[in-house]
């Protein structure tokens, strides 16, 4: 069974905390993503990565950084967060073939105040 | 760039009829994959159905078919006989060719309230 963690489901967190989402695969995907998904804008690409090391941003990548050291882990960094980074954040994988469908993680409801 | 359009924010059906969720999309590329996702009150993405831009035949999984018209741009979502279950929001995606960011881009979702 596929399987795709995020390391928490619900965090709270101070304006200006650095704030560390952590995602983990067990499929030996490729491919690894982080998605933001507010009401009415469905889930917007934030970065993504394709290999180790490798990083490419997404739509909406201000104020966020990631980090892909290895194969399963994709974290996503928030350096100082902001009360408009309060989101849902999921993490997703998948192979690289093109018609393979992302796995997603449960999700993590990320407060900032 | 690529676009996703969910015009229905919410519908509602009675248990045991058919219902369509709409999705147009806008793409410049030949080589595409739309997706449809369902998104229960508990969060989890469930992947239901895939169509190539190349696939002859109409996605069919289950009680989920995915009605495509290449020419008019829309890969509709069919779901028959409407359960409970069925209650959550969906979403419409496409997926990038392998050339370019092999992600998704998502439209703004469809609830569903399947009504008893």
């Known amino acids: 069974d596929v399987k795709v963690t995020q390391s928490s489901r619900y965090l709270v967190k101070r304006t200006g905390e650095k704030v560390f989402l952590e995602c983990v695969q067990d499929?030996?995907?490729?491919?690894m993503f982080w998605y933001r998904q507010d009401p009415g804008l469905g889930l917007r690409l934030i970065y993504f990565s394709y290999d180790v090391k490798m990083k490419e941003k997404g739509d909406i990548p201000e104020g966020y950084s990631v980090s892909r050291e290895k194969k399963e882990r994709f974290s996503l960094i928030l350096e100082s967060a902001s009360t408009n980074q309060t989101s849902m954040y999921l993490c997703a994988s998948s192979f690289i073939e093109e018609a393979y469908e992302q796995y997603f993680g449960p999700g993590t409801r990320l407060t900032v105040t | 760039a690529q676009k996703i359009t969910q015009t229905q924010p919410g519908m509602f059906v009675q248990e045991k009829e058919a219902v369509t969720l709409d999705c147009t999309y806008d793409?410049?590329?030949?080589?595409?994959?739309l997706f449809w996702y369902k998104q229960p009150s508990s969060g989890e993405m469930i992947f239901l159905i895939y169509?190539?831009?190349?696939?002859?035949q109409n996605a069919t999984e289950g009680r989920y078919s995915l009605n495509f018209q290449k020419a008019r741009k829309s890969a509709n979502l069919v779901i028959s006989a409407s359960q409970l279950g069925d209650s959550a929001m969906y979403f419409c995606a496409m997926r990038e060719p392998y050339t370019g960011r092999r992600a998704l881009t998502f439209g703004s979702g469809t609830r569903l309230q399947v009504q008893p």
């Open positions: 169509q190539g831009s190349y696939d002859e």
């Open positions: 499929m030996d995907h490729e491919n």
């Open positions: 793409t410049s590329d030949q080589s595409y994959g």
